[in-house]
């Protein structure tokens, strides 16, 4: 089936540093979507992209759905304590409609 | 403020009982998904109705697991009997498929707060 491969698995970096992470596949997918959890609660939509090739930032957040449509990479520009959690990428292909969520990255922040 | 909400937020149980959870999608929307989150697997997608008809069930055990959608305010999923191994979160998520130009378009999914499982 298909599979989302996301990296890094984990990031420690310190408050105020950039952070990039980002999802790869072998399928083609038709939209990438980038969510958030928080520790005792379910993941929270931060971006959606629809176009490959496609742009979108969202605050400090910004993201890109892929040219091949077998990518995305998320950046957060100037970290701060509160965006510690687990970011999941997932993707949808029209084929199956549902989404294939990757692993998770786990981003801790130093303040 | 539509949010998914999900009942119980926690539930302990002895191995063999049966388990009951509820979800209540976005009003509106038409999709529906259940999810199970642990940590060796990740979120895995147990099932999935789109207009309350079952689309997709695949990744739910069939002996045990069961899940329903008796209207389109409501949907469950129950375990019966319940193991240790399904100790998870279960996560519902509900989200809107759009038509454009005939063609079938999924939207983003927003998922409810989860419930966390633990059968001993």
């Known amino acids: 089936g298909q599979q989302l491969n996301q990296s890094p698995q984990s990031m420690f970096i310190q408050e105020g540093e950039d952070v990039s992470m980002n999802c790869t596949s072998s399928s083609i997918f038709n939209t990438w979507l980038w969510y958030k959890q928080d520790p005792g609660e379910g993941p929270v939509l931060l971006i959606a992209l629809y176009k490959a090739g496609e742009l979108t930032s969202n605050g400090r957040l910004t993201a890109q759905f892929g040219i091949t449509r077998k990518d995305s990479f998320l950046n957060i520009s100037a970290s701060i304590p509160s965006d510690v959690g687990i970011y999941f990428c997932?993707?949808?292909?029209?084929?199956?409609?549902?989404?294939?969520f990757g692993k998770g990255t786990k981003l801790s922040v130093k303040p | 403020d539509a949010r998914v909400t999900q009942t119980p937020r926690h539930k302990v149980t002895e191995m063999g009982q049966e388990v009951t959870m509820r979800c209540q999608p976005i009003?509106?929307?038409?999709?529906v998904f259940w999810y199970r989150q642990t940590m060796m697997q990740g979120l895995e997608l147990l099932a999935y109705f789109r207009n309350r008809a079952p689309l997709d069930d695949s990744g739910m055990p069939k002996d045990r697991f069961s899940a329903e959608m008796p209207d389109a305010t409501l949907a469950t999923l129950k375990i019966q009997p319940s193991e240790p191994r399904d100790s998870a979160v279960y996560f519902c998520?509900?989200?809107?498929?759009?038509?454009?130009?005939?063609?079938?378009?999924?939207?983003?999914?927003?998922f409810g707060p989860g419930t966390r499982l633990t059968v001993l």
């Open positions: 009003l509106g929307h038409n999709t």
């Open positions: 998520a509900s989200g809107l498929v759009k038509k454009s130009g005939g063609a079938v378009e999924e939207d983003e999914q927003f």
């Open positions: 997932a993707g949808l292909s029209g084929s199956q409609g549902n989404l294939i």
